[in-house]
């Protein structure tokens, strides 16, 4: 029998390599607020990263607040979807990645995102890791299967 948690491994992979934007939430003092964000998730699906000024409300709410998730869907607004996308919260902690893991960092979030290298190496621009410690994947609309990365 397979094993159901490589099962939704290999689809939330499978979502990661096919999406490039997703939807960060984040909570501050003036309740919840959600961003476009380009993002990049790492293999073994244990970390996230993405990259914000440092100027933006989403920096000062994860600054303050580091608990926040992040929505990734296959979805293309089309009434298909509803059958065929599928969605996937990634919920843990952020922070800025120290200047001591920036290089590999760098080189990972530009393989995804080679267009944003000035944007990126910007000294007003913070890159973000997210540990995740949870995901959340939705197919069907309602089918929810649960997967904690470390484990």
């Given at each position: 029998?397979?094993?159901?948690?490589?099962?939704?491994?290999?689809?939330?992979?499978?979502?990661?390599?096919?999406?490039?934007?997703?939807?960060?939430?984040?909570?501050?003092?003036?309740?919840?607020?959600?961003?476009?964000?380009?993002?990049?998730?790492?293999?073994?699906l244990q970390r996230i990263l993405f990259a914000t000024?440092?100027?933006?409300?989403?920096?000062?709410?994860?600054?303050?607040?580091?608990?926040?998730?992040?929505?990734?869907?296959?979805?293309?607004?089309?009434?298909?979807?509803?059958?065929?996308?599928?969605?996937?919260?990634?919920?843990?902690?952020?922070?800025?990645?120290?200047?001591?893991?920036?290089?590999?960092?760098?080189?990972?979030?530009?393989?995804?995102?080679?267009?944003?290298?000035?944007?990126?190496?910007?000294p007003t621009t913070a890159l973000v890791e997210i540990?995740?410690?949870?995901?959340?994947?939705?197919?069907?609309?309602?089918?929810?299967?649960?997967?904690?990365?470390?484990?």
């Amino acid at each position: 029998m397979a094993d159901p948690s490589e099962d939704i491994r290999s689809r939330i992979a499978a979502l990661f390599e096919t999406q490039r934007l997703a939807v960060l939430a984040t909570q501050g003092p003036g309740g919840p607020h959600a961003s476009l964000v380009a993002f990049w998730g790492a293999p073994d699906l244990q970390r996230i990263l993405f990259a914000t000024p440092r100027t933006t409300r989403k920096f000062a709410n994860l600054t303050e607040r580091p608990q926040v998730c992040l929505l990734i869907d296959s979805s293309r607004n089309v009434p298909a979807d509803f059958h065929e996308a599928m969605a996937v919260t990634a919920s843990g902690d952020a922070r800025v990645v120290a200047d001591a893991d920036r290089p590999d960092s760098d080189v990972d979030y530009l393989r995804r995102h080679p267009y944003l290298k000035d944007f990126l190496r910007s000294p007003t621009t913070a890159l973000v890791e997210i540990a995740v410690e949870r995901y959340s994947l939705v197919r069907h609309f309602q089918t929810v299967m649960e997967l904690l990365p470390k484990e």
